[in-house]
């Protein structure tokens, strides 16, 4: 309803809407008086017709009264007539009633765009308030249940402490339903049996819909130092998708659920299937649910299945990273105790059953002298297994304590001996830094030695002890590095990793790997290297390794070059000679020295020296499209 104050224009239209209609019942109550005194009128009242007031009157007397008639009744004998005394009224109230709705139209449209303009924020308001309706609601429902949220680290092991259905805490109070633990470990299969009516399909349920609960941020029935998995997939086959029309028996419609599952589950999957390897033959049910388990188990899920077949308990017994559990029963009071216990298989207490649901004894043991040698058999070693375990179950309790408290020692242990070690090996990196630097000073030193010695006049053979000299001690002090390092920095190569030969800038990838040398593919090059002279670069470096493996012209890769141009032919002969050595030790083939043309006293330097070098096999200059004869390509002897 549109209140007459949402306008000043709805309210005049309103107020002469009431003017007019309180006018037209003036008229028309002394229209209606007047012509049942003259019995004209059948009754005293008006109706309407098209939303016009008229007046019923007799048929025969119709002609008397001046107006339209609208209609006449179903028997003809009442005709309703609108007088011409009220055609202008009515006509008013009809035009007014059109006015009325043009406003409100047009009211409501004004409505409507201001509330468009405010859609964002009236949308984002609602979006609150619909999340706060969540979040106390699950407020609420956590303080019913007593809920709280786990742990969610995937590196430990899956853990349920103290854990409850939520239905069943709702419908019997906390302290009257029974609560489960569970864990992990390092298993992935869990085969539960147990008795009918014992609680094992209450079970999956629990790890299903608490599973679910904490993926949607519910507060679940656990102790706080439970570990839950975030799954990405919770696959679930419970209960009988019997169907006529789909032609589905029990067993098919169990194996179309299960061939849906074998073929979406991985590793980061919760699989919950009940009564696997029902519907069917037991002997053919054994034989597809031992196949179905191993592929699950293969696929690095989750797995909770209940069954009473007892081919299964013997393959969850047997079986690496399978385990068997089972649902307790009170065989003294014969009814479930509802208690689950992992790593023990249950027992079907199916002739118990018989007994607590009033069969007569003699019925009981015609039933089990019907069981074949084996199978009785395996019930009185389940039997003597459920007595065992009451006996077992406190010191099992107490030596998991102790070993928790073991393992944390250990972990503690390990972590502070991989601290010694990363603090062991920072210290020897840094020693190697150390040396480096000292080096490198000593090569400086060494080179102006060397320039000492050429401004004395010194001979040929001089200079090339010096530089011998240089040589025999870079290569002692890659030895010492080597012996620091051998027994700290070994690395497993392998084909396709990209690697730097130490001490160079060479960049490369390995393509093969024979004995302690590795084949290297370094731009255009191969090149047969050492594996104790590679190392493995970082991330940084790999854009670096990347650019420099997919060059298509080996001679841009700075590794292979040496740039002289504009230095002083008298100075560069250290320089070319190092880089040359160096060149060798790294087990380059071929590189590249820029000396320009200009007057050619640089490009005669470097040739002479490329000539005594003892590591050069031979030299020409580069193809005039990549510099002619102000490059020269030196082959170097392998």
């Not at 309407?48 to 004998?77: A, C, F, M, W």
């Not at 709702?170 to 390092?186: A, D, H, M, Y």
Request: aromatic fraction near 8%; include cysteine; charged fraction near 30%.
């Amino acid at each position: 309803e549109i209140k007459d104050s949402a306008s000043k224009l709805l309210y005049s239209i309103r107020k002469d809407i009431k003017e007019k209609s309180d006018e037209l019942r003036r008229v028309v109550s002394k229209l209606v008086k007047k012509l049942t005194d003259e019995d004209i009128s059948r009754e005293n009242y008006t109706t309407l017709r098209d939303g016009r007031i008229v007046i019923p009157v007799k048929t025969e007397y119709k002609r008397q009264i001046k107006g339209i008639v609208h209609s006449e009744s179903s028997t003809g004998h009442t005709s309703y007539i609108e007088p011409d005394s009220i055609l202008e009224i009515n006509n008013d109230l009809v035009s007014l009633g059109f006015a009325e709705k043009r406003e409100i139209d047009r009211i409501l449209r004004e409505l409507t765009v201001r509330i468009g303009l405010s859609s964002p924020e009236l949308l984002s308001t609602f979006n609150e308030l619909v999340k706060l309706d969540l979040l106390f609601a699950k407020a609420s429902f956590s303080i019913k249940i007593r809920g709280c949220f786990p742990e969610m680290d995937p590196s430990e092991p899956f853990f349920i402490s103290q854990g409850r259905h939520p239905a069943l805490i709702l419908k019997n109070g906390i302290n009257k339903t029974v609560p489960f633990n569970f864990r992990s470990s390092e298993n992935k299969v869990f085969v539960i049996t147990g008795p009918n009516a014992g609680g094992k399909t209450v079970f999956i349920k629990s790890i299903g819909l608490l599973a679910l609960m904490v993926k949607y941020g519910y507060h679940i029935p656990v102790s706080e130092d439970s570990n839950f998995y975030f799954f990405e997939k919770i696959f679930v086959d419970i209960g009988d998708s019997q169907s006529i029309d789909n032609d589905l028996s029990t067993f098919s419609s169990h194996l179309s659920n299960i061939k849906g599952i074998l073929e979406n589950s991985d590793k980061n999957s919760l699989i919950i299937i009940d009564e696997l390897g029902t519907g069917t033959d037991p002997e053919a049910g054994s034989a597809i649910a031992s196949t179905v388990l191993d592929q699950l188990f293969e696929s690095g899920g989750l797995v909770f299945c209940t069954t009473h077949l007892s081919d299964l308990k013997l393959l969850a017994e047997e079986r690496k990273g399978f385990e068997n559990a089972s649902m307790a029963f009170d065989v003294a009071e014969i009814k479930p105790s509802y208690e689950f216990r992992q790593g023990i298989p249950g027992y079907s207490y199916a002739f118990e059953i018989l007994t607590r649901l009033g069969y007569k004894n003699d019925f009981v043991e015609r039933a089990k002298n019907f069981l074949s040698g084996e199978s009785a058999e395996i019930n009185s070693l389940l039997l003597d297994l459920e007595q065992k375990n009451s006996t077992l179950k406190l010191q099992l309790s107490e030596y998991a304590h102790e070993n928790e408290k073991l393992k944390k020692l250990r972990e503690s242990y390990e972590r502070r001996v991989t601290e010694l070690e990363k603090e062991k090996n920072q210290i020897l990196k840094q020693t190697k830094n150390e040396a480096e630097e000292l080096v490198v000073k000593a090569n400086s030193e060494l080179q102006e030695l060397i320039k000492s010695i050429r401004s004395s006049s010194a001979s040929q053979q001089d200079v090339s002890k010096a530089n011998k000299f240089i040589g025999d001690l870079k290569a002692e002090t890659s030895n010492l590095e080597n012996k620091i390092f051998e027994t700290t920095e070994k690395v497993d190569f392998k084909i396709g990793d990209a690697v730097k030969i130490k001490d160079t800038t060479t960049l490369g990838e390995i393509i093969e790997i024979k004995g302690n040398k590795a084949l290297i593919q370094a731009g255009f090059l191969k090149l047969t290297v050492e594996l104790k002279t590679l190392t493995l670069i970082n991330k940084e470096d790999k854009k670096i390794a990347k650019h420099a493996l997919t060059s298509t012209n080996y001679l841009e890769t700075a590794a292979f070059k040496l740039d002289i141009r504009g230095e002083r032919a008298g100075e560069i002969e250290f320089k070319v000679v190092k880089f040359l050595d160096d060149a060798y030790s790294s087990s380059l083939d071929k590189v590249e020295i820029l000396h320009g043309k200009g007057t050619g006293a640089l490009k005669k330097t470097v040739h002479q020296i490329l000539k005594e070098h003892e590591w050069v096999e031979s030299f020409n200059f580069a193809p005039v499209e990549i510099g002619g004869e102000g490059v020269t390509i030196v082959t170097l002897k392998r």
